[in-house]
């Protein structure tokens, strides 16, 4: 029985990604500082949890004990909150990464998963966002998660562990945390929702996200970890491939809203290629967006 790591595993892909590993049989370990809240409902009884930090390498090297493989998920995401705390999300972003890194190293792991994030590509000219591209970041965050893909690539350059990046687009689905610095937009709208208030669109709502169900993301790492096309530090993108403007989400959604101001650093568009997903991992979208959402008003008893 192979047994996982998942670091930022109470998270909220971690959290879904751990649910998914012990249906499939495997026996997985968290560390987790709990930055983003002790949420109970996150917590899996059969998995083995470990309070520590990937900032310092003594609850690394506790935690990656005995150890097959990695799937590193744990970071201070969103692209606002690192534009007002640029130092705090490079320590954990940039410094974590690469202890989960050289830890797994060490240890002698079979693979490590790295969560990355299409925030690398930035607001690029051309769609879809294909993983030739060049980098185009427009946050600290989506500097910080291409640093972490290039450390992933210099790792299996360097020392041959096997590493793979999955550049993410749009995470959401069960158990996000509508609250806080890292809440997405669907989670903000679902909980404004309930609450009898407007939803509020930044802009003009005109400007387009490729959502990705986090039951799709979770098949992807679980197909990564396993899949013998993949561990030289290759880039892959997951996106559902089917972009959605804000105001097409509003719709989805149902209620009233308000325009806001336009945040800085959000590009006007992003689009997933899924070709190389394919090839490498045998690996399609199975949720549709407008199948998300109606799955997530009954969980909200909207």
């Known amino acids: 029985m192979p047994h996982y790591l998942v670091t930022g595993g109470a998270g909220f892909i971690g959290s879904n990604l751990v649910k998914k590993l012990l249906v499939e ?17 996150r917590i899996q009884k059969d998995a083995e949890y470990i309070e520590g930090d990937i900032r310092k390498m003594d ?62 590509y930035g607001d690029q000219p051309v769609s879809p966002h294909v993983e030739t591209m060049k980098p185009m970041p427009m946050s600290p965050y ?21 590493t793979v990046s999955l550049r993410y687009f749009n995470v959401y689905g069960p158990m996000m945390d509508p609250d806080g610095a890292c809440a997405l937009v669907i989670g903000k ?11 509020t669109v930044c802009g003009d709502g005109e ?10 993301v979770a098949r992807a790492n679980m197909l990564a970890m396993n899949s ?48 190389r997903a394919k090839e490498l991992l045998g690996w399609n979208p199975e949720i549709t967006l407008e199948e998300g959402i109606m799955e997530l008003k009954k969980e909200w008893n909207i």
Not at 207 to 216: A, E, G, K, M, N
């Open 228 to 275: 013998e096309k993949t561990g030289k530090g290759e880039v892959i993108n997951i996106g559902n491939g089917h972009p959605h403007s804000v105001n097409e989400l509003v719709k989805l959604i149902g209620g009233e809203f308000i325009n806001i101001a336009s945040r800085v650093g959000d590009p006007s568009k992003t689009e997933a290629d899924i070709t």
């Open 142 to 162: 989506g500097l910080q998660k291409f640093v972490g893909e290039e450390y992933c690539r210099l790792f299996s350059e360097l020392y041959g562990l096997k």
């Open 59 to 120: 609850d690394l090297k506790r935690a990656i004990d005995g150890i097959d493989g990695v799937f590193h998920t744990a970071a201070i995401p969103r692209v606002p909150y690192s534009i007002e705390h640029p130092q705090e999300t490079n320590e954990n972003n940039i410094s974590g990464t690469l202890n989960v890194l050289v830890a797994a190293r060490d240890a002698g792991v079979k693979k490590v998963v790295y969560s990355a994030s299409s925030s690398a």
């Open 207 to 216: 400007y387009y996200r490729d959502y990705t169900h986090v039951f799709d």
């Open 25 to 41: 049989g495997n026996k997985v370990r968290v560390i987790d500082n709990y930055s983003s809240g002790r949420l109970e409902y």
């Open 189 to 199: 709208f679902l909980k404004q929702k309930k609450e009898g208030k407007p939803m």
